[in-house]
């Protein structure tokens, strides 16, 4: 669990009523340039019962990202979502690679096993070609194809929320951007939405707030995102919702087990 660093923050406490920012807050177990948040999760909406009749409703998740380090450029992040039996009762995973900048999305991968549903996809982004080698696999057949992708750089839901946490204190306004999601390319807006402060390890932190959704006028994303980040450098994410056609994910954070600190904008 997270402790408190210094005698200072502690007499803050006792005296009450200040709310506390991450970098009051210990980083975890190892630093380096690794980060890993554990949460729970919950499946939310007024249809999640209909998806409960398949999948878990409740379970584990973790955001792993791996910075750059002597030798490797990229940074590589991860969600997994898990049954509460873990992997083997089920999971949902994300995963994405960036440039060293978190600018550009060089690779990005979804996949699950629920019962007898599995499948996985993987897309790698040639820019210069402009154009994406897609593979999907599920257990009866493997397809592989290409296809044309639009000119600027594409964020996969990973990237899209890596780049509001690396920029949360410049977007004050809606930007508009692509959201590559199961196999096409969607306009969507980034927009900053209310702060919120949230219990955790007996604290209160202090977070932004910060969503995507459709953009006016373009292809329908069946699908939204919203987050919510501590205000300091480390932009940890203290809540996740990911909405998709008949329910919402809801990750609360539990834990840091690492914190390798981002590069967060200014």
């Not at 997270?2 to 502690?10: C, H, N, Q």
């Not at 993987?122 to 154009?131: C, P, Q, S, W």
């Amino acid at each position: 669990m997270l402790k408190i660093r210094s005698i200072g923050v502690a007499v803050l406490l006792v005296l009450g009523g200040s709310t506390l920012f991450a970098s009051e807050l210990n980083c975890g177990k190892t630093a380096g340039n690794l980060e890993d948040f554990r949460y729970s999760w919950r499946l939310r909406g007024g249809l999640s019962w209909i998806a409960g009749l398949i999948i878990p409703t409740w379970g584990s998740g973790q955001l792993l990202t791996t910075f750059p380090s002597p030798g490797r450029d990229a940074i590589s992040s991860q969600l997994l979502i898990t049954a509460p039996a873990g992997r083997s009762g089920g999971f949902f995973e994300y995963e994405t690679e960036m440039d060293g900048a978190g600018q550009k999305t060089l690779m990005s991968s979804n996949g699950y096993a629920w019962g007898s549903k599995v499948r996985a996809e993987t897309a790698r982004f040639d820019y210069e070609r402009r154009v994406a080698r897609i593979r999907k696999e599920t257990p009866e057949k493997v397809e592989n194809k290409i296809k044309p992708i639009p000119e600027g750089q594409l964020r996969d839901v990973l990237s899209a929320i890596y780049f509001l946490r690396q920029n949360a204190g410049r977007i004050t306004r809606p930007l508009l951007t692509q959201i590559y999601s199961d196999g096409k390319e969607y306009p969507v807006v980034f927009r900053p939405i209310e702060k919120k402060t949230f219990d955790f390890d007996g604290r209160r932190v202090s977070a932004l707030g910060f969503e995507i959704v459709d953009a006016p006028g373009g292809k329908k994303w069946p699908g939204s995102v919203k987050i919510y980040v501590s205000e300091d450098a480390r932009r940890i994410p203290f809540r996740i919702e990911i909405v998709r056609s008949l329910a919402s994910v809801e990750l609360k954070l539990q834990s840091v087990e690492a914190c390798g600190f981002m590069q967060a904008s200014k």
